[in-house]
């Protein structure tokens, strides 16, 4: 385990932006020209407490530039509203995206932040129709507004649960129609597909499930699965770096063991693609 009792972050993650992008990515900035591998994800992808993440590892087993344009809290919406990043995944030679929950896009009942995708912005008149009990001015994350409605109604909950699923199925296959080639998928999280997703305490990526897959193979060149578990899991430290403030964060993210596995999967299906 690292630690350091100080006040500022102890990884220097590099931030960078490309081209007209307003996002901001883990560094060092990279050539987006010549021969290279497009890494989208959310917070795992960006590898935040890491000193490797999984796409610096990925470059190191293909010996094929790799940038990494990981997002914390990242939901498909991010991706699907910067036009650097879609030109980026068109011109390389190939595309990896990992699954990200359905919580954290805009959709029938509410609005997110075009960019930190995590931040709520406001309840449409449905939304407020389906909870007249709920104030939702009390919100500012997508994540405390879907815990408090679960809470409410496990019924009216569902309807919820049930738009976000269409919406993110739907903007899955806008994204990688826009990306306009296969991708590589990528499932990168403690449950399986297979495994419930009904409520938020069944864990990442929220809500989506193995028929949500299904419904994008016929866009995806291959699906990638690696669940982590003991010293790679959830409540682990080993292996990251982080300060005082920041050990409950970090203890929530996958460890280096883990993204050693999925660099290894992901060059091994990489290969069979060329």
Same mark, same amino acid.
């Given at each position: ?14 931030? #960078? $932006?490309?081209? &007209? ?7 060092? /900035? =990279?050539? +987006?020209?010549?021969? *290279?591998?497009? %890494? ?48 980026? #995944? $068109?011109?390389? &030679? ?7 929950? /359905? =919580?954290? +896009?805009?959709?029938? *009942?509410?609005? %997110? ?52 699923? &269409? ?108």
């Amino acid at each position: 385990m690292a630690y350091e009792n100080m006040p500022g972050p102890v990884l220097d993650y590099a931030p #960078c $932006r490309y081209g &007209r992008s307003k996002l901001m990515f883990r560094g060092p /900035a =990279q050539r +987006l020209n010549g021969d *290279f591998i497009a %890494v989208l994800g959310g917070s795992e992808t960006y590898g935040r407490y890491l000193t490797d993440p999984y796409p610096a590892l990925l470059q190191d087993e293909t010996g094929v530039k790799t940038v990494n344009l990981g997002y914390v809290n990242a939901g498909v919406d991010v991706f699907l509203n910067d036009e650097t990043i879609l030109e980026a #995944c $068109r011109r390389a &030679r190939a595309v990896v995206l990992q699954v990200t929950g /359905a =919580q954290n +896009l805009s959709n029938r *009942f509410y609005t %997110v932040h075009p960019r930190r995708n995590d931040r709520f912005v406001k309840a449409s008149p449905m939304m407020k129709a389906v909870f007249p009990e709920v104030d939702f001015t009390e919100f500012h994350f997508t994540g405390h507004m879907l815990a408090t409605l679960s809470h409410t109604s496990a019924a009216r909950f569902a309807l919820i649960r049930d738009e976000l699923r &269409r919406v993110w199925v739907q903007r899955m296959n806008l994204l990688m129609a826009q990306i306009g080639r296969p991708v590589v998928i990528l499932w990168m999280a403690e449950r399986t597909p297979d495994d419930p997703a009904e409520t938020i305490a069944d864990g990442g990526p929220m809500f989506v499930n193995r028929t949500m897959l299904r419904s994008l193979r016929g866009r995806v060149a291959d699906i990638v699965e690696y669940c982590f578990a003991g010293p790679d899991g959830i409540g682990s430290l080993d292996g990251k770096v982080f300060t005082e403030t920041e050990s409950q964060a970090a203890a929530l993210m996958p460890g280096p063991t883990a993204h050693e596995a999925v660099a290894v999967r992901l060059s091994r299906v990489l290969r069979e693609k060329d």
